[in-house]
């Protein structure tokens, strides 16, 4: 069936004006998704409903209503398994609309629906840390509400850790990261070493929603490409050099510097080379060795000339 309505939505206008139309392009949109969900291949489920989400922003301004009113909404029409459209719409809220609290409504919904995550816990991850961006925005000068939203975070990995004996490398290093903002970073070094050992070169995608948690030269990356994938592993190896530089271990942040270079090398043909390379010139500016930081600077620059963030980063080497 899904293959049927995939061929539907293809007959149809890109620009859907036609309040008829509009309404076919949703049922046939959801019936998609559903179908999908059906079959056990929830994952390829999200772009359907996503763009069924978008309908309903054209038809009725979905995205700018409060939670309790997109529940009403979506109450209006069957899912073979709301979780697929809640996660949906948290992606939405968080990357699009960068709504924190309505994400954080949506995720936490996903939560009450998935109570043992058997679909994905990397939802904790993505939870934890729409609430780690709260604190360390919304709720930075109230320091009662700060510690509401970390132990949210963390409480969260606790409950995950109760049902899993082992997290998969994604969770298991935004549990690091967390515990190294909580200054917890001698439990940090050790799960982001167990990551480096166990990760491969999966992408994770890094978004505007990120940037509390991220810091300063990851930030200007941030402002000034939008959004950017880095290799899981080049993301652990980073925050290990931050975490050992918060313990005053320059050494170790010195090694793990080293053994990302020689990591990175492996994109050396790849389109991927030069986002992967600048991380390795900003690592080597964290540790002190500015002569290997402009060095990697102006390869990155041969590559990518102009580019921004690295400039800025070399000419900081100069002052």
């Not at 139309?21 to 059906?38: D, H, P, Q, T, W």
């Not at 729409?130 to 709720?139: E, F, G, I, W």
């Not at 990551?195 to 509390?212: E, L, M, W």
Request: proline share 3%; aromatic share 10%; net charge negative.
């Amino acid at each position: 069936m899904v293959n049927e309505y995939i061929l539907a939505l293809k007959y149809y206008p890109n620009e859907t004006e036609s309040p008829d139309l509009i309404e076919i392009k949703i049922s046939c949109l959801r019936l998609a998704g559903n179908a999908l969900v059906e079959m056990d291949r929830g994952d390829e489920s999200y772009d359907y409903f996503m763009q069924f989400l978008a309908m309903l922003q054209t038809k009725e301004g979905f995205m700018d209503k409060p939670f309790h009113a997109q529940c009403a909404t979506l109450g209006k029409y069957s899912f073979a398994n709301q979780y697929y459209i809640f996660r949906s719409l948290g992606g939405i809220m968080a990357c699009e609309r960068e709504n924190l609290d309505g994400a954080i409504q949506c995720y936490e919904r996903c939560l009450e629906l998935d109570e043992d995550l058997t679909r994905d816990q990397g939802l904790v991850a993505v939870l934890a840390d729409l609430y780690q961006s709260k604190a360390l925005t919304v709720d930075i000068q109230d320091q009662d509400s700060y510690k509401q939203q970390m132990d949210l975070a963390l409480n969260l990995f606790h409950n995950l850790l109760q049902k899993t004996a082992e997290l998969t490398p994604f969770v298991e290093c935004s549990f690091a990261s967390l515990l190294s903002k909580l200054e917890r970073c001698d439990e940090a070094v050790k799960h982001f070493e167990n990551v480096i050992k166990r990760a491969d070169d999966t992408p994770i995608r890094i978004t505007d929603a990120d940037k509390p948690l991220l810091d300063v030269h990851f930030r200007r990356e941030i402002e000034v490409r939008g959004r950017f994938e880095i290799s899981l592993k080049v993301q652990t190896f980073y925050e290990l050099i931050l975490t050992y530089m918060k313990l005053n271990e320059v050494g170790k942040a010195e090694e793990v510097a080293l053994q990302l270079e020689n990591y990175v090398k492996r994109f050396q043909s790849t389109p991927k080379y030069s986002r992967a390379l600048s991380i390795v010139g900003y690592a080597y500016k964290l540790v002190g060795n500015k002569e290997k930081a402009a060095e990697i600077f102006v390869s990155v620059l041969e590559i990518i000339p102009g580019h921004l963030p690295v400039t800025e980063a070399l000419e900081s080497l100069c002052m």
